[in-house]
């Protein structure tokens, strides 16, 4: 589909009542009304990328997507203001009531989450997952409460969370602060979310670039979520999940973006065909009946607000969604009794589902085991130790973007930070990729720098001109190890580690390998502690049940600590003590299955866990404690390489050269 540009020639601002008065108050009727995949398709598809995607290591979540359509019996326009109409009397609480016309299409609908805005350099996010449909009677805080504890919902919600904030460490300076979880009450139903804040100076285009497409909508880590779904759906998506972005100025000059998510939106196309585009979030306890079900419920919420009889469909099967008080009426029951969710409620104001206590007290404790840092953010620096500070370190970037976020963590500890792409480790394009330098998530070329140290540019997410110190180090050294650099980190990634075939995981491997026979300090984060585990000589298991968006408490050296996991793939050992070709090597094992949480040597230490993930209550000091004993037992200031030209690409754009021109 085109990417279509409307320039703004005249804004007017009316009030409400103006509006619904000069819209068509009109019936819609629609005829052939039909998914374009059967129950029995769309269930095996979710069947197929839960054992083969998430089950193999491929990600933490997908959205596979359907689409009901229908012939309408109204022209489009008109068929489109009407359903306007509809929706701003009926629906409440949507981020954008909308209708656009192209001239040759139409967009409308009342989607709920903002992707990302930026007002006067604050830049916003909006994470949301979970849905609860609020009974024809009104709100029941039973059923809500029973809602909020469903730990799919929990952990859907965790996971969206934790891949937006990946996108924030791009693009705000200090990465997103996180503000929540609150609840988003719409007229019939309720969601969970939360909201990201951050600092930013860089240009909206980019911002809007570099945050495309949002992972509730796509799946994580994003740029495999979007191979899977390249392989599983098969067909394009139009418009679903894009954006429709509103930029401008304010009264200041200063750029404005407003792009809100095209979900819960209706396309009417010039020969009067509606589309309904839904989509389901699978997880690792995610069943195919009940994300045929969840398809369902959403067509029927969107189709009944727009005054069109919704499909009867299955019932969910989830815990929560069993109860009756949370499915849509129009599939509670499906007989011409049903009530219609588009029929205009002119309710007055209604008091918030939050004000009782007992609700807000459950919203409050999802944070309980949260990591602090993310939640709560100090002064810059505030973090920092002596053992850290103006050390320079390399993250090597295998296809996730909490790379961006562990950048963030040891920019906090006082280190100077440089991010690169795996394909461009010894800051050449590996032979055989495409050469452009894929940044995060497929982002932009060259070394991309953080933190202290990164002189020349921005010096927050992702932000510098040049590498830490105004070089890049490593870069001339033509090593696979950054042998320029105090600390060089294999990052976390897609994928199977013991793939011999897969260029990534052979190029990971000859960082880590590379560094070993330097002994120089070395951290291996999820896939990176995979592959040392591997190359130290332990075996690789895949597990039978992912450790996708999973928070435990481990015993990490004697020590408890809560922590985030997001692998299929585990080391696996039968003793805490491994004598290997670079010394003795320590071992924080699970002594339930013997997989290994952690690993520690004189010159190196893997964590299968992510220090960097909301999920990772103690990620904050466990990465300070287990940095420091590193870097002072193993240190040696390495040399440092010639600057980088001052053509090196900034950090933001993901295209080549430096991005949108201005």
């Known amino acids: 589909m085109p990417l279509e540009c409307l320039r703004v020639d005249e804004h007017v601002r009316i009030p409400l009542a103006t509006a619904l008065a000069a819209l068509p108050d009109r019936a819609i009727t629609a005829t052939g009304g039909h998914f374009d995949l059967s129950d029995e398709q769309y269930a095996e598809t979710v069947s ?3 054992r083969e995607e998430i089950g193999r290591g491929e990600g933490a979540n997908f959205v596979i997507h359907r689409v009901y359509s229908a012939d309408l019996d109204t022209p489009p326009l008109a068929a489109g203001l009407a359903a306007l109409r509809r929706l701003l009397l009926g629906e409440r609480g949507a981020y954008w009531t909308f209708l656009v016309h192209t001239g040759t299409r139409t967009l409308v609908g009342a989607t709920p989450e903002r992707h990302v805005s930026v007002e006067a350099g604050l830049v916003m996010m909006n994470p949301i997952s979970g849905t609860h449909w609020l009974p024809a009677t009104g709100p029941d805080p039973a059923a809500l409460l029973r809602f909020l504890a469903d730990p799919k919902e929990i952990d859907e919600l965790y996971m969206v969370l934790d891949e937006e904030l990946k996108m924030m460490a791009r693009v705000a300076e200090r990465g997103g602060e996180v503000i929540g979880p609150q609840l988003k009450q719409m007229a019939h139903l309720v969601h969970t979310e939360y909201l990201l804040a951050g600092r930013g100076d860089a240009d909206v ?73 839904v989509g389901a979030t699978l997880v690792r306890h995610s069943t195919a009946a009940g994300e045929v079900a969840e398809t369902y419920t959403k067509a029927a919420g969107i189709l009944a607000a727009l005054g069109l009889r919704p499909p009867a469909g299955p019932l969910p099967t989830s815990p929560t969604s069993l109860l009756p008080t949370s ?14 969710l588009g029929q205009p409620s002119p309710d007055g104001p209604r008091v ?31 973090a920092a130790v002596p053992a850290l500070t103006g050390r320079s370190a390399l993250i090597v970037d295998a296809e996730d973007s909490f790379a961006g976020m562990l950048a963030h963590l040891l920019r906090e500890l006082g280190l100077a930070v440089t991010l690169r792409p795996w394909d461009q480790a010894a800051g050449q394009p590996v032979q055989g990729t495409d050469g ?20 020349g540019g921005d010096p927050g997410a992702d932000g510098g001109d040049l590498g830490a110190d105004g070089g890049d180090p490593g870069a001339a050294d033509g090593d696979h190890g ?77 020590r408890p600590c809560r922590v985030g996991f997001y692998s299929t793939f585990t080391a696996m050992a039968d003793s805490d003590e491994l004598a290997t070709a670079y010394g003795p090597v320590r071992l924080a094992l699970d002594r339930t299955d013997g997989s290994v949480h952690a690993l520690r040597g004189a010159a190196f230490t ?57």
């Open 352 to 382: 918030p589902l939050a004000a009782d206590p007992r609700i807000a007290g459950a919203l409050a404790a999802r944070n309980t085991h949260l990591a602090p840092f993310w939640l709560r953010r100090g002064e810059p620096g505030t």
């Open 436 to 455: 452009g330098g894929r940044g995060p998530d497929g982002g932009g070329p060259g070394a991309q720098a953080v933190g202290p140290g990164a002189a």
């Open 482 to 558: 950054g042998a320029g650099f105090d600390l060089v980190v294999a990052g976390p990634g897609p994928g199977d580690p013991d793939d011999v075939s897969d260029v990534k995981m052979a190029t990971m491997r000859r960082v880590i390998a590379d560094r070993l026979a330097a002994r120089r300090p070395l951290l291996g984060v999820c896939l990176g502690h995979q592959l040392l585990a591997g190359l130290l000589g332990l075996r690789l298991h895949r597990r039978d049940a992912p450790y996708q968006g999973l928070a435990r408490t481990i015993d990490l050296f004697g």
């Open 48 to 50: 197929t990328v839960l």
């Open 205 to 277: 285009r980019d911002v809007l670039r570099e945050t495309m497409f949002a992972p509730t909508v796509t799946g994580s880590p994003l740029d495999n979520a979007l191979r899977v779904i390249a392989r599983h759906e098969r067909r394009g998506r139009r418009y679903y999940g894009g954006v429709c972005a509103l930029l401008g100025r304010d009264e200041a000059g200063r750029q404005t973006l407003d792009a809100p998510i095209l979900i819960r939106t209706a396309e009417i196309t010039p020969d009067g065909r509606l589309r309904v585009p």
């Open 327 to 340: 499915l849509p009426p129009t599939v509670r029951d499906a007989t011409d009794s049903r009530r219609d």
């Open 606 to 662: 893997g964590v299968q866990f992510h220090p960097e993930s909301v999920l990772s209550e103690d990620g904050l000091p466990v990465l300070r404690d287990l940095l420091a004993e590193l870097l002072t037992s193993s240190f040696t200031p390495a040399p440092r390489a010639a600057a980088a030209s001052p053509g090196t690409p900034s950090a933001l754009g993901r295209g080549a050269g430096t991005g949108l021109e201005k």
